[in-house]
């Protein structure tokens, strides 16, 4: 008998889990309530929204230990995770089959999305102070090309959708929905969600456009 | 069904051994409207000739109780695993692709070799630790009639092995247990004297090829002939293993 | 010998695995043999559920009625004092079943229910929904699987025993086995041997509801090694069967019970579909022969009226063997509820709805009660003596035998949801015995002569590599449907003298037509192929052992029924009238010439019977039956 403290693959397991939703997908729904604050103008935005961030004490630390040690580790047992999948779409046309699929490609989707992100952002930011000082503008001039629009919205609802099912999947994995009827219920509450946040993200990419 | 079928097809996956290349051969026999598929092949076994017109050595498969109860006969049908001795031909497509059961090693033809099924059972210590077969003069615990038809479901698995072979996260690649096994946990767990060895079989499924292994494709629900709630057990046993999990950490 | 004595058990079923649990329970490390993975037995098929008296439904059920019961349905032919221990013995079984974790069904209590069964007046039966073999099975087979994982118990799933390895003195050591993958054939020494590889329906295939692993074939080598084989004439008939090509599938009675009715066509070249045939042109035939009980008649009334009417009378559907078993006339939601799991079966199996059109039935080979014989000791109570090495011991030492291959606790015919139980009491009895056999052994014997087991096995191997080669006109597959069809219209539910002794030329016939097959397989990896044909050889020479015994019995008893010797009860006449009292003295005469155990010893120009008493000390019959 091997006790589960001793063995770390459940804990890696579960930890991996519970990082998904506490923090990386509250950051991710913080990110989208910020972002929608594009909406109200330039002024409003990097006066407000961005200094506010940009002014807090210990930030790099906070995103150092809050968003990025969590979700590279995601990320990358993730991507570890990903390696058992053997799925047949074709053979097995169930929706949760599907599902399954889709959570594995838009993680790694996500990662690749969040290379680029990150770096034309919050890395580009580090040396170039006109990103830092009007990143609004420097949205708007992304977000006015229609690939990069194309592409943020890729991120956006590949990131949703993964923070949508992968609650869903939590709640089976957890044990909170043990019936297929529970499963299915929670299931649909979790698509509302998933397109309330698509709402708030796309909501807050169209507020950068001129 | 169409009623002018005058024969039955058959694309048939063979292989002679275990490492030796797969094949494919076709064989057709008269048309019967009461024909199953291990019924069709017994008559393919009687005289193995393509259509070709090559005689070759008879299709080797596995069958014994013929009720979908001994779960020796699945097959990969048309693409789908299932029990041959419940799949009628009139509700088949044809030419009628067998295969032989994947995920698990090919002995010959269609036989597989599921000991993986058995090993993993041992693995999840699926049995009540009795003393001994005695009699011990004493009545065995209640069970609620309601705890009954809720086990029951589960203690009809019968190892065919579909649900492992429709598991996307199962396979030669993986140590995943699969959920055949892991429905006999929910199973044990929820008897009155195996509650007292849940500990030993929720630690046996936290370990690597374990619970957490489960990707929550769900296929494995939807191709289980007994139509066993196997995601069903999994979320049970996502929940006793959350509680375990916190007693192991923090409970002493 | 200074190691521990060690077992063998052949045979993963009911029997198999309790004989294997009691055995390692006692210490003694233990081999089990299969030809596949022991869960796949065929005990998993019983559906109904198994009987044990716990006089929980307030009909003051008794332990004395069940071994009543049992004995008057096997026309006293069984042994008294095994039947006796058995009927006692059921609660305690059942009870560590459930601590097994077996799934019974449930009062609104929590305590076991109980629901009435074929043949007897009180609820009797536990069952687990409607799969109460496989439940029963999985209980061992978890036990075992936890015995095999502290390393008291070794399987050998996919391996064939092919013969007994016995010493100078004639005492079983061991066996010889293949394994059906590599084809190797290797020795297995041992101290003592269980067999208990079941029932032997394929004998009767298609019209048979046993799994095709049911060949015999096991039984058949010990047999043939000089192992008694006891009261094969009496083979149960299933008389409603749903007609299959690869089987025919049990329906049960329950279907006539709730008020399914018998017919054929009255026209057998009506082409008509079964429901645009006008009553009148109905031939509802159990309701003409047996005005008084109708469609509810004895399953061996049942048999035999179907059979008469369609191999006699000519009148099975079409000409062939083929009757109605109808409900469409009944209420579809009282059915519904009522047979649900039939109803699937028949769904499943048939692809067609039997409340839609009626379901189409033939009696089928359902359950040998004859089997290899063995033997028990009797204590004072009248009973089996416990832990006794008699007990289940065959007349080969050192060669135990248990379950649907034994012969020991069904008589003449088998009570509905005895078989469960004889086979699990019947192989706990076996583990039992077989740790006495052993504690007794001489320490100091001789070991096996290794020259021996070495030619033994060359013997094998030569056997295989002949028929890999051989090259004769003859299809084994072939050859086993003729063989089907010959014991279905010979040696099945009716039968006659002349026939009988035809069906014994014929199989020689085919004993011979069996030595020159072509395989058409000649790879020696899980060559399938040459696997049948040697278990086909075994069931030809057990083939012969059912027909002897039967053309030997003169008379009706049980499921044996042979018309020409049947002495019929005078009808409206009673106790006192000369005509009645002319019957009692008839049964009695007949009782005196017949009531014995029919033993069959292996010969090579064909099976020798003699007879054997049968112990009658608990409840001697004084009086024929008479349901009136």
């Given at each position: 008998m091997r006790h589960s403290t001793a063995d770390p693959h459940f804990l890696l397991r579960r930890l991996h889990s519970l990082l998904g939703l506490l923090p990386v997908g509250a950051f991710l729904i913080f990110h989208l309530w910020e972002n929608s604050q594009s909406r109200f103008g330039a002024a409003h935005y990097n006066g407000e929204v961005v200094a506010f961030l940009q002014g807090m004490n210990y930030l790099p630390i906070l995103e150092i230990v809050i968003i990025a040690l969590p979700l590279l580790f995601h990320a990358g047992y993730g991507l570890v995770i990903t390696t058992q999948m053997r799925a047949e779409l074709t053979r097995y046309r169930y929706v949760r089959n599907w599902l399954y699929w889709l959570q594995r490609a838009s993680g790694i989707g996500i990662l690749v999305f969040l290379l680029l992100h990150v770096g034309m952002t919050r890395i580009e930011g580090i040396w170039r102070v006109s990103v830092r000082e009007d990143l609004f503008g420097h949205m708007q001039h992304l977000l006015s090309q229609p690939w990069m629009f194309g592409l943020y919205l890729t991120g956006l609802l590949l990131s949703v959708f993964h923070l949508a099912n992968g609650l869903s999947t939590m709640g089976i994995v957890w044990g909170l929905t043990t019936s297929a009827d529970a499963q299915r219920r929670f299931g649909f509450v979790c698509a509302g969600f998933g397109l309330l946040l698509a709402a708030i993200g796309l909501h807050g990419m169209i507020g950068f456009l001129p | 069904m169409p009623a002018n079928r005058t024969s039955i097809r058959f694309k048939i996956r063979r292989q002679d051994a275990p490492g030796s290349p797969p094949y494919w051969q076709e064989f057709a026999i008269p048309y019967a409207p009461d024909h199953n598929v291990i019924s069709a092949l017994m008559v393919v076994q009687n005289n193995p000739v393509t259509t070709d017109g090559q005689r070759v050595a008879p299709v080797v498969w596995d069958r014994n109780c013929m009720e979908e109860v001994c779960g020796s006969c699945a097959m990969l049908i048309n693409g789908v695993p299932r029990p041959s001795c419940s799949a009628l031909i009139d509700s088949l497509t044809q030419p009628i692709v067998l295969e032989p059961l994947p995920k698990f090693p090919v002995v010959r033809d269609l036989l597989v070799d599921r000991s993986r099924i058995d090993e993993g059972l041992r693995k999840v210590r699926a049995w009540i630790e009795i003393d001994g077969a005695w009699d011990t003069h004493e009545g065995a615990p209640r069970i609620s009639p309601s705890e009954w038809s809720a086990n029951y479901l589960y203690s009809r698995c019968m190892s065919c092995g579909c649900c492992l072979s429709a598991c996307p996260q199962f396979g030669p690649h993986s140590d995943f247990i699969g959920p055949a096994a892991l429905a006999q946990v929910r199973l044990m767990n929820a008897h009155p004297t195996g509650r007292y060895d849940q500990a030993d079989r929720l630690h046996a499924i936290m370990g690597d090829g374990g619970v957490s292994d489960c990707g929550n494709a769900q296929n494995c629900v939807r191709v289980c002939p007994k139509s066993i709630p196997l995601t069903t057990a999994i979320g049970e046993l996502g929940r006793q293993t959350t509680v375990q999990a916190v007693k192991d950490l923090f409970g002493g | 010998m200074n190691t521990t004595p060690k077992a063998i058990v052949i045979g993963g079923g009911l029997g198999g695995l309790w004989a294997t649990l009691r055995i390692a329970d006692a210490g003694f490390p233990v081999q089990l043999f299969s030809l596949f993975e022991v869960k796949r037995s065929h005990s998993v098929c019983a559906q109904g559920g198994i009987n044990a008296v716990l006089d929980t439904k307030g009909q003051r059920d008794s332990i004395h009625q069940h071994i009543v019961d049992t004995l008057k349905g096997g026309e006293y032919l069984a042994n008294q004092p095994p039947v006796k221990s058995m009927c006692e013995a059921a609660p305690g079984l059942i009870h560590t079943f459930e601590r097994m974790g077996v799934t019974f069904s449930r009062t609104p209590e929590g305590l076991l229910d109980q629901r009435l069964f074929g043949g007897v007046k009180n609820k009797r039966t536990c069952f687990a929904g409607a799969s109460s073999g496989q439940q029963l099975l999985y209980g061992v087979d978890q036990q075992v699987r936890r015995l095999e994982s502290l390393g008291q118990v070794v399987k050998f799933e996919w391996w064939e025993f092919l013969s007994l390895l016995k010493d100078a003195d004639g005492v079983c050591r061991g066996i010889l086995a293949m394994d059906l993958k590599s084809l190797e054939i290797r020795a297995f020494p041992a101290d003592v041997v269980v067999i208990a590889t079941g029932g032997f329906g394929q004998l009767y295939a298609p019209k048979t509801t046993t799994s095709s692993h049911c060949t015999g074939a096991a039984a058949s080598r010990c047999y043939q090694q000089g192992a008694w084989f006891a009261n094969a004439e009496f083979f149960q008939f299933h008389p409603t069967a749903m007609i299959g090509r690869d089987k025919n599938r049990l329906m049960s009675e329950a279907a006539r019970g709730e008020g399914g009715r018998i017919w054929a066509p009255r026209d057998p070249s009506d082409a008509r579909a079964p429901n645009a045939i006008p009553e009148a042109e109905r031939f509802y035939f159990l309701e003409e022969f047996f005005p008084a009980y109708g469609n509810t008649v004895s399953r061996d009334e049942a048999s035999r009226a179907i059979w008469h009417v369609t191999r006699q009378m000519g009148l099975g559907i079409q000409g062939t063997d083929r009757v109605y078993l109808d409900l469409t006339h009944l209420d579809r939601a009282f059915v519904s509820g009522r047979l649900g799991a039939i109803l699937d079966i028949y769904r499943k199996f048939a692809g067609t709805d039997p409340l839609a059109a009626p379901m189409e039935i033939f009696p089928a080979a359902h359950y040998p009660m004859?089997?290899?014989?063995?033997?028990?000791?009797?204590?004072?109570?009248?009973?089996?003596?416990?832990?006794?090495?008699?007990?289940?011991?065959?007349?080969?030492?050192?060669?135990?035998?248990?379950?649907?291959?034994?012969?020991?606790?069904?008589?003449?015919?088998?009570?509905?949801?005895?078989?469960?139980?004889?086979?699990?009491?019947?192989?706990?009895?076996?583990?039992?015995?077989?740790?006495?056999?052993?504690?007794?052994?001489?320490?100091?014997?001789?070991?096996?002569?290794?020259?021996?087991?070495?030619?033994?096995?060359?013997?094998?191997?030569?056997?295989?590599?002949?028929?890999?080669?051989?090259?004769?006109?003859?299809?084994?597959?072939?050859?086993?449907?003729?063989?089907?069809?010959?014991?279905?219209?010979?040696?099945?539910?009716?039968?006659?003298?002349?026939?009988?002794?035809?069906?014994?030329?014929?199989?020689?016939?085919?004993?011979?037509?069996?030595?020159?097959?072509?395989?058409?397989?000649?790879?020696?990896?899980?060559?399938?192929?040459?696997?049948?044909?040697?278990?086909?050889?075994?069931?030809?020479?057990?083939?012969?052992?059912?027909?002897?015994?039967?053309?030997?019995?003169?008379?009706?008893?049980?499921?044996?029924?042979?018309?020409?010797?049947?002495?019929?009860?005078?009808?409206?006449?009673?106790?006192?009238?000369?005509?009645?009292?002319?019957?009692?003295?008839r049964w009695r005469a007949n009782n005196d010439q017949w009531l014995k155990t029919t033993i069959a010893e292996f010969n090579a120009e064909g099976p020798r019977i003699h007879y054997g008493e049968i112990d009658l000390s608990f409840y001697p019959p004084t009086e024929p039956r008479d349901y009136r």
């Open positions: - | - | 004859g089997g290899l014989w063995v033997d028990f000791e009797r204590d004072d109570s009248g009973g089996m003596r416990p832990d006794s090495p008699r007990n289940q011991a065959t007349n080969l030492p050192g060669l135990y035998a248990c379950g649907e291959c034994d012969y020991g606790y069904h008589g003449a015919n088998r009570l509905g949801a005895n078989s469960l139980l004889s086979a699990s009491f019947a192989g706990r009895i076996a583990g039992e015995s077989v740790v006495s056999y052993l504690k007794g052994l001489d320490h100091h014997r001789a070991p096996l002569d290794p020259t021996g087991v070495a030619s033994e096995i060359a013997r094998q191997q030569r056997i295989n590599h002949a028929l890999m080669r051989s090259d004769g006109p003859e299809n084994p597959h072939q050859l086993h449907q003729e063989l089907g069809a010959l014991m279905t219209a010979k040696v099945g539910v009716v039968r006659a003298n002349p026939e009988l002794a035809t069906a014994l030329d014929e199989l020689r016939e085919l004993e011979r037509r069996a030595a020159s097959v072509t395989l058409g397989d000649s790879s020696a990896w899980a060559n399938q192929t040459l696997i049948f044909t040697r278990q086909l050889q075994d069931m030809i020479q057990l083939a012969m052992v059912v027909a002897k015994s039967a053309l030997e019995r003169d008379e009706c008893r049980g499921a044996h029924h042979k018309p020409a010797f049947k002495i019929p009860l005078p009808e409206g006449k009673f106790p006192g009238d000369p005509e009645f009292e002319d019957y009692r003295t």
